[in-house]
């Protein structure tokens, strides 16, 4: 069984420039998260969709960070302008449904803003 | 969401079994305990996760005592691969899941 799939696996830009992450859960995954995990502490949930709708994006900061997943299946979030404060890895994580506690994490996005 | 509360650190050697324990004082009826593992450069990976007494699988085991106020995490005859960050979670069972992350256990396995 593929798992969860992210690109790029590294993302170097500069502050104020824009810059936009993709993630292909597992195949039947109903549930797709963002999370952010900043070094040394442990991933901060950003989105949760379930199918092609938002269930939770209380902690995205959403004057800079968007996210989609249109036809239910991949996504994309998109960082614009970044901050230097965004430099973190963005990880991808999907599950059967909303009920699940078991969610599979892609090896995520490393950014890092100059 | 129940707050979870687990050592910063532990160390161990090859062979040994590590406990891991976490608190939750206010963790509500429906909540389950949930446990992560995390290896550098990697997202975390379900370890194991249970409600009362006693859960067992190929990775490691869970005890939870009557008052669930805690959670004891155990990893039999650990190897230099089991250096890792333990996360303990208690996802509020009608939160659709969500996982609120703390900073986690580092283990480090010496040999």
């Known amino acids: 069984e593929a798992g969860v799939a992210q690109s790029p696996r590294y993302k170097i830009i500069e502050k104020r420039q824009s810059v936009a992450f993709w993630c292909n859960p597992i195949s039947g995954h109903a549930t797709l998260y963002w999370y952010q995990q900043i070094l040394g502490q442990g991933p901060k949930l950003l989105i949760q969709f379930q199918n092609n709708g938002v269930v939770d994006d209380s902690q995205l900061p959403k004057d800079r960070f968007s996210a989609e997943r249109l036809k239910g299946v991949d996504s994309t979030l998109k960082i614009q302008p970044a901050k230097l404060e965004d430099s973190a890895v963005y990880l991808c994580a999907s599950s059967l449904d909303t009920r699940s506690y078991e969610q599979y994490f892609g090896p995520g996005t490393r950014l890092t803003v100059t | ?111």
């Not at chain 2, 590590?18 to 963790?27: A, E, K, L, Q, R």
């Not at chain 2, 995490?73 to 333990?86: F, G, I, K, M, N």
Request: charged share 15%.
């Open chain 2, 1 to 111: 969401l129940a707050k979870t509360t687990q050592p910063i650190s532990m160390d161990s050697y090859e062979g040994q079994e590590v406990n891991i324990t976490c608190s939750h004082n206010n963790i509500a009826t429906n909540d389950y305990i949930t446990w992560y593992q995390q290896f550098p450069s990697q997202g975390p990976r379900f370890i194991i996760q249970g409600y009362k007494t006693k859960v067992t699988n190929e990775v490691a085991s869970l005890f939870i005592p009557a008052d669930r106020k805690s959670s004891t995490l155990s990893l039999p005859r650990v190897s230099l691969s089991d250096t890792a960050v333990y996360y303990c979670l208690a996802p509020l069972y009608n939160q659709g899941g969500k996982l609120i992350f703390g900073q986690g256990t580092e283990l480090s396995v010496k040999p």
